[in-house]
């Protein structure tokens, strides 16, 4: 009895002791991304413009599918989320003229892009789930990349990079893609597409007034 209580006690603090790494390398590697997309926001635009926002998508997805639950997957991912707004408001005191956050102006558009990160660290942890509804957050979670590059590809889009199109548009696309593969690769392939679709397609009317 002592002896499976002791096993039990040891496997609980390995798993206490996980979830702590986990937390703590979420909001490091964050606000390592974070430094550099300060960096490479003196670079040329097509550049930084590729890589912010997916690389923070990318990492919100890795540390919401790898959560050990629902809670911990809030709150890895408001960790990873808030590591590269950290950095960057650091650089910003550095270099005003940069072009990155501003407190008080920007505070609504910071606040939105928090949310959305999360948010896509959480719908990352539903598609570790094997039913309808982990298709439907893969399918949302690729949607919303999606999303984002067609706001980067179309002129008159409140996020319009020009030149963005035509390679980082496929990059982006890529990206969504492989974001299917991996998350429901193993089933619900066609229902997640699907879904992706959709939600992309929806914006993209809504937002084009049709």
Known sequence: MEHHYALDYAEGDRHNRAIMLHMVLSLVVGMVLGAVGALLAH????????????????????????????????????????????????????????????LGTNGPIMNLALLTLTSLGVLAYFTGRDDMWGDVAAGTLAGTVAIDGLDKTAPGGLEYVSGFWPWNTLVVGALALGLLLVLRGRGGLARSAFVALIVACTVFVFAAGL
Do not use: K
């Not at 670079?43 to 912010?52: A, D, N, Q």
């Not at 050990?68 to 408001?89: C, I, N, Q, R, Y």
């Open 43 to 102: 670079r040329p635009g097509l550049v930084y413009s590729i890589y912010e926002p997916y690389a923070y998508v990318l990492l919100v997805v890795m540390v919401g599918r790898t959560a050990s639950g629902l809670g911990w997957a809030v709150l890895a991912s408001a960790l990873a989320t808030l590591g590269p707004f950290v950095s960057l408001l650091v650089a910003s005191l550095f270099g005003p003229d940069a072009g990155f956050f501003i």
